[in-house]
């Protein structure tokens, strides 16, 4: 049951989603050019101070206080962490205080049913944190880069990690749509059959349209590009802001 947040003042940290009882985990990825290495952390406080790039995982939001911790030690805002536990936004992109915000919908097939959760994530200096509500995602092709040295994700800078984040998560969009597509055939199908327990197919494909319909991200996949820096990226976000009829952030050289 979602937590009830009319009577909180803005900035407190209570998750308001459907995983309630999932255990807060962390998971660190540290990694160069010729090495990298995987660790599994209890505390903010195990990160180290090398100058590898990191990308620190973390899911399920059972323990406020790892988040609040998390806060602190990076100097991210309440209303920032309010927004990571809260999950009725739309999509987003915006900067915080010099830091890349992004609340996204991230959407995977599993068990030929479509999950859905928040995803937040924050770019910082040579770090990227990421925010999930429970274990699961799309970013096994990734890690496998990470693993394995393939493709430039362990070359280039932090950035590069996150636009390669940003194109998963947008392949998996098109994945859940095809697979809503072949569901409409079914359904289809079934109202030419008069086939019982139709109406019940139609409402749960309803609803799976209705989500991806508002999770789409306002950022053209193809866009993205090794070529652009951090600077360039908020250029692109900025000069995006006035054109209102623009529903795309164009990424500018």
Known sequence: MKTDRIYYPPGTLIYTGDYTGQETKMELYSFDESEYTIN?????????????????NITGFNNIDIIREIGQHYVISDMV?????????????????EQLFAVLKMVYL??????HEQLSIL????????????????????????VNGKGNVRNLNIDYLFYSMLDAIVDHYYTALEFVETLIDQVE????????????????????????????????????STRWSFKSLKKAFVESLTRPKSSEIRFLT
């Open 40 to 56: 599994q952390i209890t505390s903010i406080d195990e990160v180290p101070s090398t100058p590898q790039k990191k990308w620190l």
């Open 81 to 97: 962490l309010e927004d990571i536990l809260k999950t009725d936004h739309r999509s987003k992109l915006e900067f915080v205080d």
């Open 110 to 115: 599993k068990n030929d049913k479509i999950v």
């Open 123 to 146: 770019v910082l200096d040579n770090l990227i944190l990421t925010f999930q509500e429970i274990e699961g995602d799309v970013f096994d092709t990734i890690r496998d880069r990470i």
């Open 189 to 224: 199908e079934l109202v030419m059959n008069e086939e019982k327990h139709v109406m019940e197919r139609i409402y749960s494909t309803k609803k799976d349209l209705i989500f991806l319909g508002s999770s789409i991200l306002p950022i053209k996949a193809s866009d993205i």
